[in-house]
């Protein structure tokens, strides 16, 4: 992958996803080869709920042959999965060009309209609380002596976020539609977590979804109004999912990082692998552009709008991504052997663009 977006190769990588979410699936014998509906379809196989089974089905296998009972549950949670992925593609909502928040089963004229971003804006689903369980159990420190810990959990969305949603998606597709373009191909579940734990992730072992704090979704104390505040949260957990999906077919680094200690990143108190590093690298260099790209805009005589912030605010936010880029950089460039070459790549292509926007 490369740190300016690219929907025509983030299509390929999905594929290619799908292609190993089938191959689980016919290794488990959940799915024949050369199935045909009501097995999933290309379009079902990356949906969040089924592959979900499939990871949990390829995680069984590594334990030995599956059990006529293990086989049989699997069966049904793949069925399950599949009817979830059917009802999302013909109801979820979407947003489309004209700003609005369409459901995939309106008709006009005869013709059912599908948005332009068909992602459904998901509350609690059995693979969406799984999800949420495991991030909770990742979350770093036991709470303080007589305190319960700090929990998150799905919950359905309001009007407003929905709004604010659509709001989001008009800004990048003003600002940056090539990354808009990119975010359609990748992510299919936006789920909103209630609750201070978890401010946002995602997860592959439900590929295609991204979860985020409700405050992500509120306009925040220091000027970024909702609909970016949100808009910058969909590039960060966006790109996460397909940086997992390119690492399916392009290595970024040698498997020997595995042995590596830990290094200090940018976005976390707590050292991360090589790896996760790489990731944050991602993030922050495409947060960046973003800003930066706002920053630009022109709202001269009869163009598009002005800024959609305070300038000193979207300055400031620019400048603090671009130095921790520059940072996470830094670092990588340390470990530069340990990388491979569409990595250096892609390390080169975050250096400049924090060496040209200085």
Do not use: K, Y
Request: charged share 20%; hydrophobic share 45%; proline share 9%.
């Amino acid at each position: 992958m490369d740190i300016e977006p690219d929907a025509a190769a983030a299509a390929r990588d999905q594929r290619e996803v799908a292609r190993l979410v089938r191959g689980a699936l016919h290794r488990a014998a959940l799915v024949a080869p050369g199935a045909r509906p009501p097995g999933p379809t290309a379009d079902d196989l990356i949906h969040p709920a089924v592959v979900e089974v499939a990871q949990d089905a390829q995680r069984a296998l590594r334990l030995g042959p599956l059990t006529a009972e293990r086989r049989a549950e699997l069966t049904d949670r793949l069925d399950a999965a599949v009817a979830v992925a059917v009802t999302a593609a013909r109801t979820a909502a979407g947003w489309d060009r004209s700003g609005l928040i369409l459901d995939n089963g309106r008709v006009v004229d005869g013709t059912p309209v599908r948005p332009a971003w068909a992602v459904e804006l998901a509350g609690p689903q059995p693979h969406v609380d799984r999800a949420v369980t495991r991030a909770l159990a990742g979350v770093p420190g036991p709470p303080a002596a007589g305190e319960s810990p700090p929990t998150s959990r799905a919950r359905a969305w309001t009007g407003t976020e929905r709004e604010v949603f659509a709001a989001a998606a008009r800004l990048l597709d003003g600002a940056w539609p090539a990354m808009l373009a990119e975010l359609t191909c990748t992510v299919r579940q936006i789920v909103v977590l209630g609750g201070p734990a978890l401010d946002g992730f995602t997860d592959f072992t439900v590929h295609g979804a991204v979860f985020l704090s409700g405050q992500r979704l509120t306009d925040e104390p220091d000027g970024l109004p909702a609909p970016l505040h949100l808009a910058e949260a969909l590039v960060h957990e966006g790109t996460h999912q397909r940086f997992n999906a390119a690492l399916v077919t392009t290595p970024l680094w040698h498997r020997a990082v595995d042995s590596l200690a830990p290094v200090p990143t940018p976005l976390r108190a707590d050292p991360r692998p090589l790896g996760g590093l790489f990731h944050q690298l991602v993030v922050l260099a495409r947060s960046a552009s973003l800003f930066g790209r706002l920053l630009a805009r022109d709202p001269g005589p009869g163009g598009h709008p002005g800024p959609v912030a305070d300038p000193q605010v979207l300055r400031a936010r620019h400048t603090h991504l671009l130095g921790d880029v520059r940072s996470a950089a830094a670092t990588l460039e340390a470990h530069r052997s340990s990388l491979t070459e569409a990595g250096r790549s892609v390390l080169a292509q975050a250096q400049a663009l924090a060496g040209a926007s200085r």
